[in-house]
């Protein structure tokens, strides 16, 4: 299968900062990119959906100013947690699809927020 | 009612023992459907799509009733290194997932 790499794998980071998560498709053209969070022992949630160029299109219940989500190329998709708090300490997965509607995904970055 | 449930488990069950879980999904227009297996920590990887016909791999047998919008995942001759959780996943439309939450299996020698 294609390959999705995400960065950094793992980040503490102090309450208020802004922590900036990478994914990008190696070895193919994600046109459309997901990002998840998971919290322990419960369900992948998909946060937002964004299309190469486009705005993202989030779901119910996230906050478009605090997960800023960037897709400026078919090959990397950014998502930066703007003043990160305790409570968004969870792991974070991205998702690409290229010209099929398989879904490739990032191995995760678990975020702890102090 | 969540889109998609799973028994969260666990099953613990011996090497070579067969064990079967079971998924329900809520919308009836839901196109397309998958097992992943996700391990402690890392990222949910694709086990196999699931058709109407019902479709076998190796060990792995996935069944769809979509009268009863209803899924399973049959696991033949357990190993110990098919512990993990097991997430049965809905397409949502726009190649979007809707996971369900996971069902843990343990095998145990």
């Known amino acids: 299968g294609a390959v999705v790499s995400q960065h950094p794998s793992w980040v503490i980071c102090k309450s208020g900062t802004s922590v900036k998560i990478e994914c990008r498709s190696l070895?193919?053209?994600?046109?459309?990119m997901f990002w998840y969070r998971q919290f322990p022992k419960q369900s992948l949630m998909l946060m937002a959906t964004s299309n190469e160029g486009s705005k993202a299109t989030y779901e119910q219940g996230v906050e478009k100013d605090k997960f800023l989500i960037n897709h400026a190329s078919l090959t990397l998709s950014t998502l930066t947690v703007t003043s990160a708090h305790p409570e968004d300490s969870s792991f974070y997965i991205c998702g690409g699809t290229g010209t099929g509607d398989t879904q490739y995904f990032g191995p995760g970055t678990r975020l702890t927020v102090l | 009612r969540k889109e998609v449930e799973q028994d969260p488990g666990p099953f613990n069950v011996p090497e070579g023992a067969t064990v079967a879980f079971n998924c329900t999904y809520s919308?009836?227009?839901?196109?397309?459907f998958f097992w992943y297996r996700q391990d402690c920590r890392k990222e949910p990887k694709l086990l196999m799509s699931v058709y109407s016909s019902g479709n076998e791999d190796g060990r792995f047998t996935a069944q769809l009733n979509r009268a009863s919008q209803y899924i399973s995942l049959l696991i033949r001759d357990s190993k110990l290194s098919d512990s993990a959780t097991y997430l049965c996943?809905?397409?949502?439309?726009?190649?979007?997932?809707?996971f369900g939450a996971g069902t843990r299996l343990a095998v145990h020698p």
């Open positions: 070895d193919f053209q994600a046109t459309t």
């Open positions: 919308n009836s227009a839901s196109q397309s």
């Open positions: 996943v809905v397409g949502g439309g726009y190649n979007k997932l809707i």
